[in-house]
């Protein structure tokens, strides 16, 4: 067995390490292990979550059980297990859920992959095994796949059900049929539009999760200023990103010699002659609410006050991006051409009131599909919590609009396919048989994590599966409640088949990426002053 050892070919420059052989790809298999062991406690219904502390002089703190959130937090210096991070990210970005799913089957798979390694397998008899396993593992997914989008009472009822099985694992899960019809009825008004920025979510601590709910339109969590109106009717909306302040020259390092304080006095009195004349273009745009990125001063906010116009300052930049989004506006910064200008509109600003918070509710905007789902929670750590929650839900349900397919859930998928993938294997001739086979164990590694997390007896239960999946036409899951085997379409259970499909393309990837590597290289930074 090979060892690191430094610089051991004479080429690589002073403090290189390699590791070569077995040693490179034990250190690879610990690594990636090490991850998925790390994340399986959170897979399911009754997974645990984590707190993640942060060792700066902040001390922040995150609970938290979403994969994603916990690998992203993470630093991480072994390379195989960067593999799998990156792969729970990009599960994340693509379809928004089963991150954690995704890392535990690249762990199980490389668990197998390590044995068979250790039987003098060579890597690539298995990385072939595996390919194939994976096709058979693919074609009996899409042969699974329910497709109700003809019928849209089934298909919202389908959307409900996914949404539901996707916040039984998170913070939500008390209040899942209130957050699942909430976020059904947000993707909803997109009316198959992807672009999920008009979903805004606002966090508002007071109350409890119950009291969570969806409004029409957009709501800016700011306050109006002082003397201006608190409502306005068809509104003409002017977003900016400017400034707005008169007591500041704007050339930096810049220095002014007078001779006497009158001359102080013109310096100011040009200021605010320049900031009045940039208000007064600003409101002959025609519009009669202002809202702008950066700060405004007194004086011009009193100027806009006596015309009569709403002016907000200091909205959050994701707030103004996001609100000349939906009011079909774009951010301004100069005001010199009218005709280059693009103002928002809505039917009505109005100040309302959450809790004990004032802000500024927008309703009838342009973009009719715009929303926003107000979050009500104890702590600000169960609100960031919920939100990610929200946001994975969202992501599956816009997943499952474009592409309309279900599967049922609770690791009936996952049986079905070891099923066929060991059909497989008993078909196949030589070593690569075995890691068809070891691929099907992988796959049954899910459910019997699911059951693991829950406190069960996951070999009674796996068992238990495996002979009801032998027979046709079953439906049967890991029911977690009740800690049996259960009817997956009674119980109303369902997944998205295009997170289920991503699940296995991308551990399978990853898997096979990892096996490959029979080398580590680690080289020291190059030194200052070396040509």
């Known amino acids: 067995m090979a060892m690191a050892v430094p610089g051991t070919s004479g080429v690589l420059g002073q403090g290189a390490e390699e590791q070569k052989g077995e040693t490179a790809r034990l250190a690879s298999f610990v690594g990636a292990m090490a991850i998925a062991d790390l994340v399986k406690t959170t897979l399911g219904p009754k997974g645990m979550d984590k707190i993640l502390q942060s060792m700066g002089r902040s001390n922040d703190i995150m609970v938290t059980n979403d994969g994603a959130t916990i690998l992203k937090s993470l630093y991480v210096d072994n390379p195989a297990a960067k593999v799998l991070v990156d792969i729970s990210r990009v599960q994340d970005d693509e379809v928004g859920d089963g991150t954690t799913s995704v890392v535990v089957l690249a762990g199980e798979l490389l668990r197998e992959a390590e044995q068979l390694v250790l039987q003098k397998i060579h890597p690539m008899t298995i ?61 909803l008004r997109l009316k198959g539009s992807s672009n999920l920025e008009s979903i805004h979510i606002i966090k508002k601590t007071g109350g409890t999760l119950k009291e969570s709910f969806l409004d029409e339109g957009f709501i800016l969590d700011k306050r109006i200023g002082v003397g201006q109106p608190k409502r306005i009717e068809n509104a003409k909306i002017l977003v900016a990103n400017t400034a707005m302040d008169t007591d500041k020259i704007k050339i930096y390092g810049a220095r002014v010699r007078v001779d006497s304080m009158a001359k102080v006095a013109d310096i100011e009195k040009a200021e605010k002659e320049k900031m009045r004349a940039k208000v007064e273009n600003i409101i002959s745009q025609g519009l009669n609410c202002f809202v702008n990125r950066q700060l405004i001063y007194n004086f011009p906010e009193e100027i806009f006050a006596d015309a009569g116009v709403m002016a907000i300052e200091h909205a959050d930049f994701d707030g103004i991006e996001r609100l000349a989004l939906v009011t079909g506006g774009e951010i301004a910064s ?82 079905q396919m070891a099923k066929v993938v060991e059909e497989k294997a008993a078909r196949t001739p030589g070593k690569k048989s075995l890691a068809i086979e070891a691929y099907a164990r992988a796959l049954r590694a899910i459910p019997g994590t699911i059951c693991d997390n829950a406190g069960l007896d996951s070999a009674e239960l796996l068992s238990q599966l495996r002979a009801a999946h032998a027979e046709e036409d079953t439906r049967m899951g890991v029911d977690v409640v009740l800690g049996k085997a259960g009817d997956m379409s009674e119980l109303g259970i369902y997944e998205c088949y295009r997170v289920k499909e991503q699940i296995i393309l991308s551990a399978t990837e990853a898997s096979e990426m990892i096996l490959r590597v029979d080398e580590i290289i680690k080289c020291a930074p190059r030194q200052r002053g070396e040509e």
């Not at 609009?401 to 009936?412: A, H, K, L, T, W």
């Open 334 to 415: 100069t005001f010199d051409s009218p005709d280059k200008l693009k103002l928002g509109s809505c039917k009505l600003i109005e100040e309302i009131m959450i809790g004990e918070d004032k802000l500024i509710h927008f309703s009838g905007v342009e973009m009719g599909e715009a929303c926003t789902i107000v979050l009500r929670g104890a702590s600000s750590h169960v609100l960031d919590e919920a939100e990610r929650s929200l946001h994975d839900a969202l992501c599956v349900l816009q997943q499952t609009v474009q592409d309309s397919r279900v599967i049922y859930g609770g690791g009936y998928p996952e049986m």
């Open 127 to 187: 990385i072939a095994g595996y390919r194939q396993a994976c096709e058979a593992a693919k074609e009996r997914l899409a042969l699974l796949a329910l497709n109700h989008s003809e019928n849209q009472e089934r298909f919202r009822q389908d959307l409900l059900n996914i949404a539901k099985t996707t916040l039984s694992s998170k913070i939500l899960t008390q209040d899942k049929e209130h957050f699942a019809r909430l976020a059904v009825d947000a993707v």
